[in-house]
T-cell receptor, first 112, second 113 residues
Framework: SQQGEEDPQALSIQEGENATMNCSYKTSINNLQWYRQNSGRGLVHLILIRSNEREKHSGRLRVTLDTSKKSSSLLITASRAADTASYFC????????????FGKGTKLTVNP | DVKVTQSSRYLVKRTGEKVFLECVQDMDHENMFWYRQDPGLGLRLIYF???????EKGDIPEGYSVSREKKERFSLILESASTNQTSMYLC????????????FGNGTRLTVT
């Protein structure tokens, strides 16, 4: 079953603006990861946040996690046309096995 | 750099054919995964393997089987391909440990006619 659900499904912004994507999940997790997928390619890992962390930064990426609301957000600051891609959250359950469960993704378009 | 290689980028098969999708990783990862990706449905886990000859069903295993005879290779088998198995298939691997990221191949776009 799908664990993470991203919203919005699609987002279109201008270069230089910030992009925020959200992910909600249903059961307790060990950690949450965000991935990026360029059109027609495999996914690439961006960032991981552990269940005991609230915020994490990596370059222009900022991830927050609210375990009480079972939600996470990915913020991309000062977006570029090259950020155009689909973004997915993936969760690793507490007590689960090695598998990660993905959401349906947010398709981000950054217009030059 | 971890490399996950899927043998075919595009594949066209006929209904009823037996189809093999091959995946090889070069980083000695214990865990390997097969996902399928469909528009509006995201990634769904078909099967995964946590060791040689070991496998575990994912969310949608029906119509598929897998084989892991060597640590670096994980094969997905469509026993009798059907049109509803037309999809993008993504292989991934990761080291054991909840914080290890998944490393994906570039996918195989399978069309069953």
């Amino acid at each position: 079953s799908q664990q993470g659900e991203e919203d919005p499904q699609a987002l279109s912004i201008q270069e230089g603006e910030n992009a925020t994507m959200n992910c909600s999940y249903k059961t307790s997790i060990n950690n949450l990861q965000w991935y990026r997928q360029n059109s027609g390619r495999g996914l690439v890992h961006l960032i991981l946040i552990r269940s005991n962390e609230r915020e994490k930064h990596s370059g222009r990426l900022r991830v927050t996690l609210d375990t009480s609301k079972k939600s996470s957000s990915l913020l991309i600051t000062a977006s570029r046309a090259a950020d155009t891609a689909s973004y997915f959250c993936a969760t690793n359950h507490q007590g689960g096995s090695e598998k990660l469960v993905f959401g349906k993704g947010t398709k981000l378009t950054v217009n030059p | 750099d971890v490399k996950v290689t899927q043998s075919s980028r595009y594949l066209v098969k006929r209904t009823g054919e037996k189809v093999f999708l091959e995946c090889v990783q070069d980083m000695d990862h214990e865990n390997m995964f097969w996902y399928r990706q469909d528009p509006g449905l995201g990634l769904r886990l078909i099967y995964f393997s946590y060791d040689v000859k070991m496998k575990e069903k994912g969310d949608i295993p029906e119509g598929y089987s897998v084989s892991r005879e060597k640590k670096e290779r994980f094969s997905l088998i469509l026993e009798s391909a059907s049109t509803n198995q037309t999809s993008m298939y993504l292989c991934a691997s990761r080291r054991t440990g909840g914080r290890s990221p998944l490393h994906f191949g570039n996918g195989t776009r399978l069309t069953v006619t």
